[in-house]
């Protein structure tokens, strides 16, 4: 699969304001973006690329959930910045009670991105509004997960690269095997980067273990 914006072993976007069920699947290819420099930016995953309403309403009021339940990815996945190995991006959720749930789900591909933001679970969350939530639970990464290079590279991590976007994120139970890397900054075995001036209420990481190195 080469594709420039949202790409994935299984689906390459989900745009909706109903709930959505991905259980069981399997991607052991591997899942690139033809976009290597600047421009806008790409959403790669070894499930799911991108997740959001993406202009069915900032002022919808209902409810909706994406559920990843025991999938896994065992293809590399690479693009110009948010890869990871089962969701890559969340974009523009304006469903007030949403909630994203991520569980028992494994990564054994390898995950980089060219310029940052890259992670063995899920990438980053982002563009959401209050009550957004994202749970990851019991999922496991073991592929090396690399971010940026030359002057570029930020945000690598063995869960989730990057939270940001007023969401409540809760990671329960998560493993991480694989070896971490950001060329710049902010690079570990859980997540990455909390972004709090950008995001919601409350950020929680229980039950985790790092057993990957990380530089």
């Known amino acids: 699969?080469?594709?420039?914006?949202?790409?994935?072993?299984?689906?390459?976007?989900?745009?909706?304001?109903?709930?959505?069920?991905?259980?069981?699947?399997?991607?052991?290819g591997n899942v690139s973006s033809a976009r290597t420099s600047g421009g806008y930016a790409t959403f790669g995953g070894g499930i799911l690329g991108a997740y959001g309403t993406f202009g069915l309403g900032w002022d919808a009021k209902e409810s909706a959930e994406l559920n990843i339940i025991n999938c896994m990815n065992g293809g590399s996945v690479s693009g110009y910045n948010n890869t990871a190995g089962i969701l890559g991006s969340t974009m523009e959720i304006a469903l007030a009670n949403a909630e994203i749930n991520i569980e028992s789900c494994s990564n054994f591909g390898d995950v980089e991105s060219i310029k940052d933001v890259a992670g063995g679970i899920m990438a980053r969350t982002a563009e959401g509004v209050d009550g957004v939530t994202l749970n990851v639970k019991s999922c496991l990464n073991a592929g090396s997960v690399k971010s940026g290079s030359g002057d570029m590279g930020a945000h690598a991590a063995g869960i989730l690269g990057n939270a940001q976007g007023r969401f409540t994120v809760v990671i329960?139970?998560?493993?991480?095997?694989?070896?971490?890397?950001?060329?710049?900054?902010?690079s570990s075995g859980i997540i990455g980067q909390i972004n709090d001036d950008r995001c919601a209420d409350f950020?929680?990481?229980?039950?985790?273990?790092?057993?990957?190195?990380?530089t």
């Open 203 to 214: 950020r929680f990481v229980k039950n985790c273990v790092n057993l990957g190195s990380v």
């Open 172 to 186: 329960d139970s998560c493993v991480n095997f694989g070896e971490i890397y950001a060329n710049r900054w902010e």
């Open 1 to 28: 699969v080469e594709r420039n914006c949202g790409y994935g072993g299984i689906i390459g976007s989900v745009r909706a304001i109903s709930n959505v069920l991905i259980e069981g699947c399997q991607n052991t």
